[in-house]
């Protein structure tokens, strides 16, 4: 058996193809389009104006509920480590659940309400994408640690740590200097004032989204020791 068809890794290798495909196409149909710089704009920059941006809103929208199953599945194949060797509050593994819906929930409204047109809306669900997705894959880390050696090895243990570390500290840069961002154009110029900001903030939300594909990426290791089912029960109410 081919090592993408063990288990159920093929969530992981889908949740991490797609979302680093939703970055990268956007942002070369804009850049065809020229509706956007080349050096670092902003990832909702790529997908602001059409075409660009019906592409970008249904590859997020696939790229959330790929997060959503493989965040679930992750609590599941944590739930039954769980119970076999023990070592993870049940409390720990349901709030990084939680919290990564929550990030999921980002996705969508970063998705379906464009920068240019709804922005608090918008700039709402990229806080709650970001800063819940951070969480999430600090919260991961924890977890990895607590389910040693059973859930995976101690380099895979430090490798989720230092990309959540990455993450976290990249991820102040990218809403502080956000803020000092006065022009909502796509094009920028060096001789603009908050062109630093702009910069600063761009860059690290690209670390940030790089980061937290990487983490997931971290997950075929683990989806490839299990199998999820569905289990269906009819019951009669009459």
């Known amino acids: 058996m081919l090592w993408f068809m063990e288990g159920i890794c093929f969530l992981p290798i889908s949740l991490v193809i797609m979302s680093s495909s939703t970055f990268i196409v956007s942002y070369l149909i804009a850049l065809f389009e020229h509706d956007v710089d080349v050096i670092f704009p902003y990832i909702s920059d790529t997908g602001a104006e059409p075409p660009e941006s019906c592409v970008f809103g249904l590859m997020t929208v696939i790229t959330a509920f790929a997060g959503m199953a493989t965040m679930y ?33 980002g996705m969508c409204f970063v998705a379906t309400f464009q920068e240019t047109t709804i922005t608090a809306v918008h700039d709402a669900g990229a806080l709650l994408f ?35 570390t990455i993450a976290f500290l990249a991820v102040f840069p990218t809403v502080v200097c956000a803020v000092f961002v006065t022009q909502t154009t796509l094009h920028r110029k060096t001789e603009d004032e908050d062109n630093v900001f702009h910069l600063v903030s761009a860059v690290s ?9 990487f983490f997931f990426f971290t997950y075929i290791h683990d989806f490839k020791k299990f199998t999820l089912k569905l289990r269906t029960q009819f019951v009669d109410y009459s």
């Open 130 to 164: 970001f800063v819940s997705g951070v969480l999430y894959t600090i919260l991961q880390s924890i977890i990895s640690y607590k389910a040693f050696p059973y859930g995976c090895s101690l380099a895979l243990c430090r490798v989720r740590t230092g990309i959540a």
């Open 205 to 213: 939300e690209w670390i940030v989204a790089f980061s937290f594909i």
């Open 73 to 105: 599945a992750r609590y599941k194949f944590v739930e039954k480590l769980n119970e076999k060797a023990g070592g993870v509050p049940p409390a720990l593994n349901q709030a990084a659940f939680w919290i990564g819906m929550l990030s999921c929930l």
